[in-house]
């Protein structure tokens, strides 16, 4: 069974800075991304990575302040996250897919099919 503990979210004034991490346990995998929900919004793609050849994509939103990486000996995912705005304020979930995406895009839910619980991110102006 796959598990997926995250960890990192927290305060932080504007401009500062927060790592998260993801460790997954149980099951290889294909990719890895965060997502993230703010109060009264759709969940929305941050950034994912692919497990094995650790090619990664971006939301526009977090282009050149997020840094999505992964250590493979470690299971772990990572999401640093610079010069954070109070926009950047959601709940943070690592997700990851076990299997071959197929025809879904990585920057939609479809193909992560294991999530974490969530971690929170409050950023204040």
């Known amino acids: 069974q796959v598990q997926l503990v995250e960890s990192g979210g927290g305060l932080v004034q504007a401009g500062g800075s927060l790592r998260l991490s993801c460790e997954v346990s149980g099951h290889s995998l294909v990719t890895a991304a965060w997502f993230r929900q703010a109060p009264e919004k759709e969940r929305e793609y941050v950034a994912h990575?692919?497990?094995?050849?650790?090619?990664?994509a971006y939301a526009d939103s977090v282009k050149g302040r997020f840094t999505i990486s992964r250590d493979n000996a470690k299971n772990k995912v990572f999401l640093m996250m610079n010069d954070l705005k109070p926009e950047d304020t959601a709940v943070y979930y690592c997700?990851?897919?076990?299997?071959?995406?197929?025809?879904?895009?990585?920057?939609?839910?479809?193909?992560?099919?294991?999530w974490g619980q969530g971690t929170r991110v409050t950023v204040s102006s």
């Open positions: 997700a990851v897919a076990t299997w071959d995406s197929g025809p879904y895009s990585l920057k939609g839910k479809e193909p992560y099919d294991r």
């Open positions: 990575i692919a497990w094995r050849g650790g090619g990664t």
